[in-house]
């Protein structure tokens, strides 16, 4: 038989935290139908006539204020994934990272992987929480890329595990770390997950429930209090509620003036936790009367998360070992 190898992914990244960079990365991901359900008629011209030729430039310098020596946060923390893992599993098993928009693709690993006599691959897209936007669109680059294969590997993909024991675990162990090592006591913790339109809600997507039992999970372990909004809002449909903006701004005036915020739904520190919410998110609520804000750390490769990303590999190849 040949080699086992697993594949995990994240959403993506520019390759530089540059115009022209964001714009490549942009276009690639808003032109995705899974992430935008306009029909292209409509959005491509919009796309490609406003939001390309604004939203680059600032998203940019959004990127810059984030960048690392090494890359993009997120992906120097999934490379940094990868490696953990690959030291926890038997040393037979390949194990490499991809992003669904950027590089590294999805279709050169999993195209590497054959090279390198894999037959058996999972796909372990890292979104605890089931989205059409997300886990479907790397199920999608995954069967696009074995389309183009006379001799196709076997392929398993890796589930949502919004709800799985060793997930709240994580987060639970993860949280508790941070809350020790505070130096103030908080008034409120909130669990700030990536948003989407109401509208996908009522087409099926179970993301929206999936992260307030998420949510209700840890609020159980950790024995208190966690309150969810949702963040990242785009264009002008309207997005779930309530929005992790508006919410940090009101918090101060209810007297809520210590806050923690953690983002449960994103397996690795990115933009949108580390400008959006620890800079942009901690802007708000100080000049709303906020005294104390802390935004705790992603999984990323911590202890907590190698533990748990080692659990549900393990269990997911079970039957080709």
């Keep these: 038989m040949g080699k086992i190898g697993v594949l995990i992914v994240n959403l993506g990244t520019p390759d530089a935290p540059e115009t022209g960079a964001v714009r490549r990365y942009l276009k690639e991901f808003l032109s995705d139908r899974r992430v935008v359900e306009i029909p292209p008629l409509l959005w491509q011209p919009i796309l490609r006539g406003i939001i390309l030729n604004t939203r680059p430039r600032k998203s940019a310098a959004a990127y810059r204020e984030v960048w690392k020596d090494a890359g993009s946060p997120l992906a120097v923390i999934t490379k940094q994934t990868a490696d953990g893992l690959r030291a926890m599993l038997d040393t037979d098993i390949h194990v490499d990272w991809a992003m669904r928009y950027g590089n590294p693709s999805i279709a050169s690993r999993i195209n590497a992987m054959v090279a390198a006599g894999c037959d058996r691959i999972l796909i372990a897209p890292l979104y605890p929480q089931y989205s059409a936007a997300t886990n479907a669109s790397a199920h999608d680059a995954v069967f696009a890329a074995i389309a183009a294969m006379r001799a196709q590997p076997a392929i398993r993909l890796l589930p949502a595990y919004y709800d799985d024991p060793a ?5 639970r162990a993860s949280t508790q770390r941070q809350l020790d090592a505070l130096d103030f006591a908080p008034d409120l913790l909130i669990a700030s997950f990536h948003g989407m339109p109401v509208r996908t809600r009522e087409l099926g997507d179970p993301y929206y429930s999936q992260c307030l039992e998420t949510a209700r999970l840890l609020s159980d372990a950790l024995g208190r209090e966690v309150r969810v909004t949702f ?22 005036g209810e007297g809520a003036r210590n806050v923690v915020i953690l983002t449960p739904g994103f397996s690795a520190d990115c933009l949108e936790t580390l400008e959006e919410i620890a800079m942009r998110g901690k802007e708000d609520f100080l000049a709303a009367g906020g005294q104390k804000f802390r935004h705790f750390d992603c999984l990323n490769a911590s202890e907590e998360a190698m533990t748990l990303y080692a659990t549900l590999v393990r269990r997911e190849l079970s039957g080709w070992r």
């Design 231 to 252: 963040q990242s809002r785009f264009g002008p449909a309207k997005w779930l509620e309530p929005a992790t903006d508006s919410v940090l701004r009101a918090l101060p």
């Design 167 to 171: 997930y709240i675990e994580a987060l």
